[in-house]
């Protein structure tokens, strides 16, 4: 039986409490008596039976008929599914879509079905590369499909494969892939790895492009979404709700959706998911050697000890269906996960920004990625309210110093180079920039040739923290190079005192504060 | 009367050549052939010539190129050994000249034309192209191509000089000597703008900004359509003074071709163990260092069918590009009568951004030369716009 999330306060018997920072961990000693610290809850038991899970749920779908009854000769089917954004860290193999499609493909071939293509959902991220797509969709199925190039990455810039299914009520267009929108059947295959995924996020934003993207993807937008991790109080997910239910007059979704366990570290990193109190002798001596590990190690090798991570997640569970009721049913397992009550606002908020986040998959974290990841993804795990009050401060653990990944990352160069210098207000750079990058064609060359994330990406990045800028006063970056943090708008210090003496212009100087342990995810219920 | 004068020394010149471009202190030391001397007044004794006493002499970037021995030997037939450096000159009459009366303050265009050597104008003078002149070496006059590397004549690092009427501007009333001294490089500045060819809406990119590069954004910005002006600039009181001069864009040496190609939406490649280049680019490329650097970074950031002018004196350089992409390499030197260089250059310098710039002129007496010349090297870094020599002080 696994334990709920609780939130700890911390006093006179507190052990030093770990704070991820990039491609490292601190153990942070200097957490205020009184301090709040929001633990996830431990690792849901896993299905027992995987493929008999996913059978049961194709063979039983929630509002829909059972796959096989919707698969016969002669139609056009298309599988599409998350791409390496998801999970995070990446799953050892196999991996649970891989899994999933198996059963998928032996059903329509059951059914006598021979036009399938297998698409990645990667909608303006990077093209994955072959040894990654045969990670996600497993060795057998990438040898049948891939050599034919029936096995490939949606390309967001391809005109002749797109197809306009039209515009929302609120004059949103909606833009797929065409080969998705002309099937008979779109099988979507995910990962919910955290309450934002999923629904008809699937293939209104991961089959998209541009044209449709910028509907939601913008500052306003992101501001108004409360967060995006509650799509019912999302203003994104709102639009891409629009979008969903357009696209469904047009194509049958069959959707199906898989939830983790939060078992994210794997030997020996595995202490790092434990409470600190409960380390055992060997748990201890494990981490003072990785911690010397790290502080003897070259940058190159601690990026490889960390990307090399493989999580053994457990599935907790599979549903397949009409996309809104297979997502209900998928965000009560999420919750029962990743959600932790927390009684009211802080002044402060604290988070460790770990190593990884969806776009920096084999790659680098670089500073707009850090950003994007503290004041974007673990700001907004929350329900409700904010963790932190509106005017409060974000206090933020990472060095901020990994560059950029010129292959995956050419236009955040720009983005930060050139972009950030002149304004790191969402909505000045967006109005000015968004469009120059989006149809830069050298960008477009990258992003559909090379492994470049598209040119419009890092002004996603930028906007995924807009909510975050607008709600509080003071974000400080413990442990950061200060040029980088002040070319992002913010502020370093060198330790959380120093931080909390920085941000106490604007909290006071006994602050209460919230420390947000994860990663593993956790997301907030703040009454 | 006492000058400094550069002289024929082959160890000098070669220990210059190999250290003085990362070591400038020793070529201010030991190895500039450079010597502070006392000589006789310079004095052409036909029609038309004058003696003239130094107010302000300029160091430019060629006299440093000389010293360091980094010039090109292509140019040791058109100079004549000994002889007084400095061709940027204000100086006042000594005695009348033509209908210049003696007195007059003048800044003298250097180019050492047909009409100053006393022998019928060739082509190119007759044209008015007088910066083209086919009779530099010949007439009346030892071999230079301007006042200031002949040694006829003197040059502005001494206390006199003699320079012929075709040479002379006066100098407008109100005008400072430090702004006068201004006035020949940006007529320079004047006729790189006009050899630039630039359209309306052209992007330009103008590839450094000490003094040259600064005066021809200027000139570049008033004299012409040009849209775009992307300038680069590697230190910060450069950076302020492109952007005042009409820059749009300022960018630091190391991401040029970055945020050109962002600019224009070029694309960029990456041969193997050499540096990138663009597909497409800026219309127009000023290379206002003349360094290999410079020089290959104005080819490769230029569009195909683009036109790179060479502003400062160029180094040997990749000319790839050139030929691939189709460029048009124009060189640009000194001012062309025909121009009108001179008063088009007394206007900008009359403008505030020019009179706040000259306030930042730093003058030397003549036996201060080494540090003069330390200064010069070091005058970006330093925020200075021009380093002079004031020979009629002796603090």
Same mark, same amino acid.
């Given at each position: 039986?696994?334990?709920?999330?609780?939130?700890?306060?911390?006093?006179?018997?507190?052990?030093?409490?770990?704070?991820?920072?990039?491609?490292?961990?601190?153990?942070?000693?200097?957490?205020?008596?009184?301090?709040?610290?929001?633990?996830?809850?431990?690792?849901?038991?896993?299905?027992?039976?995987?493929?008999?899970?996913?059978?049961?749920?194709?063979?039983?779908?929630?509002?829909?008929?059972?796959?096989?009854?919707?698969?016969?000769?002669?139609?056009?089917?298309?599988?599409?599914?998350?791409?390496? =954004?998801?999970?995070?860290?990446?799953?050892?193999?196999?991996?649970?879509?891989?899994?999933?499609?198996?059963?998928?493909?032996?059903?329509?071939?059951?059914?006598?079905?021979?036009?399938?293509?297998?698409?990645?959902?990667?909608?303006?991220?990077?093209?994955?590369?072959?040894?990654?797509?045969?990670?996600?969709?497993?060795?057998?199925?990438?040898? =049948?499909?891939?050599? *034919?190039? +029936?096995?490939?990455?949606?390309?967001?810039?391809?005109?002749?494969?797109?197809?306009?299914?039209?515009?929302?009520?609120?004059?949103?267009?909606?833009?797929?892939?065409?080969?998705?929108?002309?099937?008979?059947?779109?099988?979507?295959?995910?990962?919910?790895?955290?309450?934002?995924?999923?629904?008809?996020?699937?293939?209104?934003?991961?089959?998209?492009?541009?044209?449709?993207?910028?509907?939601?993807?913008?500052?306003?937008?992101?501001?108004?979404?409360?967060?995006?991790?509650?799509?019912?109080?999302?203003?994104?997910?709102?639009?891409?709700?629009?979008?969903?239910?357009?696209?469904?007059?047009?194509?049958?979704?069959?959707?199906?959706?898989?939830?983790?366990?939060?078992?994210?570290?794997?030997?020996?990193?595995?202490?790092?998911?434990?409470?600190?109190?409960?380390?055992?002798?060997?748990? +201890?001596?494990?981490?003072?050697?990785?911690?010397?590990?790290?502080?003897?190690?070259?940058?190159?090798?601690?990026?490889? /000890?960390?990307?090399?991570?493989?999580?053994?997640?457990?599935?907790?569970?599979?549903?397949?269906?009409?996309?809104?009721?297979?997502?209900?049913?998928?965000?009560?397992?999420?919750?029962?996960?990743?959600?932790?009550?927390? *009684?009211?606002?802080?002044?402060?908020?604290?988070?460790?920004?770990?190593?990884?986040?969806?776009?920096?998959?084999?790659?680098? /974290?670089?500073?707009?990625?850090?950003?994007?990841?503290?004041?974007?993804?673990?700001?907004?795990?929350?329900?409700? +309210?904010?963790?932190?009050?509106?005017?409060?401060?974000?206090?933020?653990?990472?060095?901020?110093?990994?560059?950029?990944? *010129?292959?995956?990352?050419?236009?955040?160069?720009?983005?930060?180079?050139?972009?950030?210098?002149?304004?790191?207000?969402?909505?000045?750079?967006?109005?000015?920039?968004?469009?120059?990058?989006?149809?830069?064609?050298?960008?477009?060359?990258?992003?559909?040739?090379?492994?470049?994330?598209?040119?419009?990406?890092?002004?996603?990045?930028?906007?995924?923290?807009?909510?975050?800028?607008?709600?509080?006063?003071?974000?400080?970056?413990?442990?950061?190079?200060?040029?980088?943090?002040?070319?992002?708008?913010?502020?370093?210090?060198?330790?959380?005192?120093?931080?909390?003496?920085?941000?106490?212009?604007?909290?006071?100087?006994?602050?209460?504060?919230?420390?947000?342990?994860?990663?593993?995810?956790?997301?907030?219920?703040?009454? | 009367?006492?000058?400094?004068?550069?002289?024929?020394?082959?160890? $000098?010149?070669?220990?210059?050549?190999?250290?003085?471009?990362?070591?400038?202190?020793?070529?201010?030391?030991?190895?500039?052939?450079?010597?502070?001397?006392?000589?006789?007044?310079?004095?052409?004794?036909?029609?038309?010539?004058? $003696?003239?006493?130094?107010?302000?002499?300029?160091?430019?970037?060629?006299?440093?190129?000389?010293?360091?021995?980094?010039?090109?030997?292509?140019?040791?037939?058109?100079?004549?050994?000994?002889?007084?450096?400095?061709?940027?000159?204000?100086?006042?009459?000594?005695?009348?000249?033509?209908?210049?009366?003696?007195?007059?303050?003048?800044?003298?265009?250097?180019?050492?034309?047909?009409?100053?050597?006393?022998?019928?104008?060739?082509? #190119?003078? #007759?044209?008015?192209?007088?910066?083209?002149?086919?009779?530099?070496?010949?007439?009346?006059?030892?071999?230079?191509?301007?006042?200031?590397?002949?040694?006829?004549?003197?040059?502005?690092?001494?206390?006199?000089?003699?320079?012929?009427?075709?040479?002379?501007?006066?100098?407008?009333?109100?005008?400072?000597?430090?702004?006068?001294?201004?006035?020949?490089?940006?007529?320079?500045?004047?006729?790189?703008?006009?050899?630039?060819?630039?359209?309306?809406?052209?992007?330009?990119?103008?590839?450094?900004?000490?003094?040259?590069?600064?005066?021809?954004?200027?000139?570049?910005?008033?004299?012409?359509?040009?849209?775009?002006?992307?300038?680069?600039?590697?230190?910060?009181?450069?950076?302020?003074? #492109?952007?005042?001069?009409?820059?749009?864009?300022?960018? %630091?040496?190391?991401?040029?071709?970055?945020?050109?190609?962002?600019?224009?939406?070029?694309?960029?490649?990456?041969?193997?163990?050499?540096?990138?280049?663009?597909?497409?680019?800026? %219309?127009?490329?000023? %290379?206002?260092?003349?360094?290999?650097?410079?020089?290959?970074?104005?080819?490769?950031?230029?569009?195909?069918?683009?036109?790179?002018?060479?502003?400062?004196?160029?180094?040997?350089?990749?000319?790839?590009? #050139?030929?691939?992409?189709?460029?048009?390499?124009?060189?640009?030197?000194?001012?062309?009568?025909?121009?009108?260089?001179?008063?088009?250059?007394?206007?900008?310098?009359?403008?505030?951004?020019?009179?706040?710039?000259?306030?930042?002129?730093?003058?030397?007496?003549?036996?201060?030369?080494?540090?003069?010349?330390?200064?010069?090297?070091?005058?970006?870094?330093?925020?200075?716009?021009?380093?002079?020599?004031?020979?009629?002080?002796?603090?």
């Amino acid at each position: 039986m696994s334990r709920p999330g609780f939130v700890l306060e911390v006093d006179d018997r507190t052990p030093p409490l770990v704070v991820h920072e990039g491609l490292g961990f601190r153990l942070e000693d200097g957490f205020p008596l009184g301090t709040r610290v929001v633990y996830p809850p431990e690792s849901l038991p896993a299905v027992p039976d995987v493929d008999a899970a996913i059978r049961d749920a194709l063979l039983h779908p929630h509002d829909s008929e059972p796959l096989p009854a919707l698969l016969f000769a002669g139609m056009r089917l298309t599988i599409a599914f998350d791409d390496l =954004s998801l999970p995070l860290p990446t799953m050892k193999a196999p991996d649970i879509r891989g899994r999933v499609i198996e059963h998928v493909l032996t059903m329509a071939a059951e059914a006598g079905v021979d036009d399938v293509r297998l698409i990645a959902a990667n909608a303006l991220h990077r093209r994955m590369t072959a040894a990654e797509l045969k990670h996600i969709v497993g060795e057998r199925v990438f040898r =049948s499909f891939y050599p *034919q190039g +029936q096995l490939y990455n949606f390309d967001a810039e391809d005109r002749d494969n797109l197809a306009h299914l039209g515009t929302t009520d609120k004059g949103e267009d909606v833009e797929i892939s065409k080969r998705a929108a002309e099937s008979d059947l779109l099988v979507y295959v995910n990962v919910n790895l955290v309450a934002m995924d999923g629904g008809h996020k699937s293939v209104g934003i991961g089959l998209a492009s541009y044209n449709s993207l910028r509907h939601h993807h913008n500052a306003k937008t992101m501001v108004h979404s409360r967060s995006f991790m509650d799509h019912k109080h999302s203003a994104m997910h709102h639009s891409a709700w629009r979008m969903g239910r357009l696209i469904k007059e047009h194509v049958k979704v069959f959707q199906i959706e898989t939830t983790l366990n939060n078992d994210v570290f794997p030997k020996p990193f595995d202490f790092l998911q434990k409470r600190e109190w409960e380390w055992s002798v060997r748990d +201890q001596a494990t981490m003072l050697g990785v911690r010397r590990g790290l502080a003897a190690a070259p940058h190159k090798l601690r990026h490889k /000890m960390f990307h090399d991570m493989r999580s053994v997640y457990g599935l907790t569970g599979v549903n397949a269906g009409e996309v809104e009721a297979v997502h209900e049913r998928t965000l009560e397992k999420v919750h029962q996960q990743h959600l932790v009550e927390v *009684q009211g606002q802080s002044d402060v908020l604290v988070m460790g920004v770990p190593y990884l986040g969806p776009y920096n998959v084999n790659s680098s /974290m670089n500073p707009i990625l850090a950003t994007c990841m503290g004041l974007g993804y673990y700001f907004n795990s929350y329900r409700g +309210q904010p963790v932190v009050r509106k005017g409060g401060a974000v206090i933020l653990y990472h060095p901020l110093n990994e560059g950029f990944n *010129q292959l995956h990352h050419p236009s955040y160069v720009d983005f930060y180079e050139e972009v950030l210098a002149e304004s790191t207000d969402p909505v000045v750079v967006g109005e000015k920039y968004e469009k120059q990058f989006a149809h830069d064609p050298w960008y477009i060359h990258l992003y559909r040739t090379s492994h470049a994330y598209h040119g419009v990406h890092p002004f996603y990045m930028w906007y995924w923290a807009a909510h975050a800028m607008d709600h509080v006063d003071e974000v400080i970056w413990v442990g950061a190079d200060r040029r980088a943090a002040a070319r992002l708008g913010f502020r370093a210090a060198s330790t959380l005192a120093d931080a909390l003496e920085m941000a106490s212009g604007t909290v006071g100087t006994s602050p209460s504060i919230t420390y947000l342990h994860n990663p593993p995810h956790l997301l907030a219920d703040v009454r | 009367m006492l000058a400094l004068e550069m002289f024929r020394s082959v160890s $000098r010149t070669m220990a210059g050549k190999a250290i003085g471009g990362r070591m400038p202190g020793v070529l201010s030391g030991f190895a500039a052939p450079l010597r502070l001397v006392t000589i006789e007044e310079p004095r052409v004794d036909r029609p038309g010539w004058a $003696r003239l006493r130094t107010r302000l002499s300029g160091i430019c970037g060629s006299d440093l190129g000389a010293l360091s021995g980094r010039t090109s030997l292509y140019f040791s037939a058109v100079v004549s050994l000994p002889f007084v450096p400095g061709h940027e000159v204000v100086a006042e009459l000594l005695e009348d000249c033509e209908d210049l009366p003696k007195g007059t303050r003048v800044v003298v265009d250097p180019v050492l034309t047909c009409a100053a050597r006393g022998v019928e104008p060739c082509a #190119a003078c #007759a044209a008015g192209e007088t910066n083209r002149c086919e009779r530099i070496t010949v007439g009346h006059l030892s071999p230079g191509l301007q006042t200031g590397f002949c040694k006829d004549t003197g040059g502005g690092w001494g206390q006199q000089l003699a320079a012929h009427r075709s040479q002379l501007h006066p100098v407008p009333e109100g005008f400072s000597d430090e702004q006068a001294i201004l006035i020949e490089p940006v007529a320079c500045a004047v006729h790189t703008a006009l050899r630039s060819g630039v359209r309306s809406g052209d992007r330009v990119l103008v590839s450094g900004a000490g003094s040259v590069g600064l005066f021809a954004t200027l000139a570049l910005r008033e004299l012409t359509d040009a849209g775009e002006i992307i300038v680069v600039a590697k230190h910060p009181l450069q950076k302020e003074l #492109a952007r005042t001069f009409g820059a749009t864009e300022v960018v %630091d040496p190391g991401e040029v071709l970055r945020r050109v190609r962002r600019l224009t939406g070029a694309f960029q490649l990456e041969p193997e163990f050499s540096s990138p280049y663009l597909l497409g680019g800026v %219309d127009v490329a000023v %290379d206002a260092v003349g360094s290999k650097q410079s020089l290959e970074t104005s080819l490769q950031a230029t569009r195909a069918g683009g036109r790179v002018v060479l502003s400062g004196m160029p180094a040997p350089a990749d000319l790839s590009a #050139a030929w691939f992409r189709e460029l048009e390499v124009v060189g640009t030197y000194a001012s062309a009568r025909s121009d009108d260089a001179f008063a088009k250059a007394t206007d900008l310098v009359a403008t505030d951004a020019v009179q706040q710039l000259a306030k930042g002129v730093a003058s030397y007496p003549l036996h201060r030369w080494r540090e003069a010349l330390d200064h010069a090297h070091s005058a970006g870094r330093l925020g200075t716009a021009k380093v002079a020599f004031d020979p009629r002080s002796s603090q």
